[in-house]
């Protein structure tokens, strides 16, 4: 089979297994279950958790002694047995540790996927700027699909959502075993150090002031990542608690709403290759923030009667904000690191962002919505999404003040080599 559909079906998989669950485990949780809200927060920070060490430690164990795409397929069959013992859950405690043990398997394939795709391109001979991002796409749409298979089948709000992606991760977690090899590079001298032979010499890119930066900035644009998809859904069928917005497609189809965030991100992710050649990655970055801000302000002033167009625009900036920055800075990584530690920078990336960053986002922004913007069990919707449209915004002029990288094009093109 062509590699690029192998890598495709690869991509598809890898998205299909968390669109399965992640925007729908909140009406598992209190309508199925009926769980408290207090610990339903704990779910999220799972994955940030599971982000903050497991990215960097597989990343370090792909470097120097597992094929990648043999831990990649470890990974996800031991996922998978979490996932399908999930519905045998009957209290919330007991749900946080086998959710988290399942996210501790699921979180580091996602860089582990990025560092296989490279490696088996330039394999063969493929420009990765070119051909990544149409392969990546097809993990968005298999969130997608996952998204709509669980909501029109009758499952957003029952067990079955862990069976469908327990079945998905195990049947990608087989069919990674089949992928091209990707080797470690075992480039390890004998009068090595501790540190280079357990591949820690990754996190000395933080000696760097360009890179620890990049890392700092990943961290705190980190922070906005998950919080649409934390409380996207519930702001927008909260409309319903206004008689005139009660059966608007706002709250009657919040969730298929919700999906036109991931169906832009396929849009945008085809012009990263345009937009990382003609701008160059700082400026991708700084776009990807800006459009947080767009993000976060849109749903600031948008209702489901005259401002239905400002929810939908909000949607659609979503594509450009999450994968602008996901995979321009994984690119950023990929041009800027030594091969030998390539998959530990990769796996140091997604620690920052998805892992601290997600997070400290999700604790810091729990809190603050109930400290400051929740009043008598009603939450201040529009005080909040502008609170975090401000955050975004402090951020972005940081960025394009503080981080310099000068635009050259043969850097870009230097990633199929």
Known sequence: ???????????FLQFFVWGAWLITVGNYWFATKQWSGEQFGAIFSTLGLSSIVMPAITGIIADKWINAEKLYGILHILGGMALFYIPQVDNPTTFYWVIFAAMLCYMPTISLSNSVAYNILKNNQFDVVKVFPPIRVWGTIGFIAAMWLTNLSGNKASANMFYISAVSAVILGVYSFTLPKCPPQKLIAENASLA??????????????????????????????????MYGDVFLSEFGKVPEYANSIIVTKSTLIMSISQISETLFILAIPFFLKRFGIKQVMLISMLAWVLRFGL???GNPADGL???????????????????SGSLFVETTTDSK??????????????????????????????????????????????????????????????FKHKHNPKDVANVSH
């Open 196 to 229: 280079q032979k357990l591949g820690l010499d990754a996190f000395k890119l933080f000696g760097t002031y360009k890179m620890a930066l990049f890392f700092l900035f990943s961290m705190f644009l980190g922070g906005a990542l998950q919080l649409t998809n």
């Open 309 to 327: 167009w400002m929810i939908i625009l909000s949607c659609i900036v979503y594509g450009m904000a999450f994968d602008f920055f996901n995979i």
């Open 341 to 402: 530690i390539r998959s530990s920078a990769q796996g140091l990336f997604m620690m920052m962002s998805n892992g601290f960053g997600a997070f400290f986002g999700g604790l810091v922004s729990g809190y603050i919505i109930d400290e400051f913007f929740t009043h008598e069990g009603a939450r201040d919707w529009h005080s909040i999404w502008l609170s975090f449209a401000g955050y975004a915004l402090v951020i972005a002029i940081a960025f394009a003040v503080l």
């Open 299 to 301: 749903f600031a002033y």
């Open 1 to 11: 089979m062509n590699i690029k559909i192998r890598l495709t079906l690869m991509s």
